[in-house]
């Protein structure tokens, strides 16, 4: 009887697992807003695993700029990938790219996409006008999802009536080398969908990771504290506790970090750090870590934002 039951189990638990994975979306068709550094290397790496995928952002130039700048990066792949075989790499470059097509309106194509992945300003005005636009358009199983890396998903989710259908997707930059993507579930986020994002990160060859709506997810959420706290330590120079370039060093040599805080800092742009930290100390403003910095706000209102302008911490020639 119990070697009955043990079968029956298996057996139900089984077509279960059958059952919830037919329900999963496979995501071939893609659909990307924002032809930025983000934009352009979700829709690269979408490409090249097989999706077509269709580009958007407000202008022709804009856009043309960025399949550009796929091409440039899919040949720096294609020269690695195919060192002994430049004509397979030829070859694999024409193919990706022909899967990429590009349009300034982005309601005309959403109607027969699987997934739309936004990757504009980090704005939640901006966000929402557009997601709640593209809802109207959708087709009932398309899925959205937002790469934000500083606003809550639910916030941007309920601009739409498929809260069900919407989620994060954070990747990370550069987005072709990058390996890690968190894939954010909402407290409405159906398991279908984040089950069918988590498949759709593993086919882009992605390691996925999943995280509840958090301020920062997981990487932001202890990366930005660290780096802020550089800040401060910095910031207390007059009390010799460090300066910025022992900082940098102590953390490169006693951590085995790449870069230190701050040559991260402005890699990343001051602005943008500055962005996410005003978010979290207006969603918080009591919790000490997300404090802002006045060295900080002083660089960023003198349009000192790091290496894109010239100087931030440092000064770039």
């Known amino acids: 009887m119990a070697f009955v039951t043990r079968q029956f189990v298996r057996a139900v638990s089984s077509s279960s697992t059958a059952s919830a994975s037919a329900k999963k979306i496979v995501i071939k068709h893609v659909t990307v807003i924002g032809g930025g550094l983000m934009g352009a290397g979700i829709a690269q790496v979408a490409a090249a695993t097989g999706h077509t995928v269709v580009l958007v952002d407000q202008t022709e130039d804009i856009l043309t700029k960025s399949k550009k700048g796929i091409e440039e990066s899919l040949r720096k792949v294609a020269k690695k990938k195919f ?71 639910t916030n941007i989710a309920n601009a739409t009536t498929r809260q069900d259908r919407f989620a994060g997707l954070h990747f990370f930059n550069p987005v072709p080398l990058m390996k890690l993507v968190e894939v954010i579930k909402t407290p409405m986020t159906s398991q279908k969908t984040f089950e069918s994002l988590i498949d759709f990160s593993k086919t882009l060859g992605k390691h996925p990771v999943s995280c509840k709506d958090t301020p920062g997810f997981i990487v932001n959420r202890l990366l930005v504290p660290y780096l802020m706290e550089a800040v401060r330590l910095y910031e207390r120079v007059s009390d010799c506790d460090a300066s910025k370039e022992d900082i940098d060093v102590a953390m490169k040599l006693g951590a085995g970090y790449p870069m230190g805080p701050f040559e991260l800092l402005d890699y990343v742009g001051l602005d943008t750090t500055k962005f996410i930290m005003d978010g979290w100390h207006e969603l918080d403003a009591q919790n000490p870590l997300f404090q802002p910095s006045a060295s900080m706000n002083k660089l960023v209102a003198e349009k000192k934002l790091g290496k894109k302008t010239g100087e931030g911490f440092y000064k770039y020639k």
């Open 83 to 153: 060192a002994e075989n430049p004509k397979a790499g030829e070859e694999f470059v024409e193919k990706t790219l022909s899967s990429v097509s590009i349009s300034t309106d982005a309601a005309s194509v959403v109607h027969s996409t699987d997934l739309v992945v936004e990757a504009i300003v980090e704005n939640l005005k901006v966000k929402n006008e557009l997601f709640k636009r593209l809802d109207k358009f959708a087709a009932e199983h398309t899925v959205f999802a937002s790469n934000t890396s500083s606003l809550q998903i």
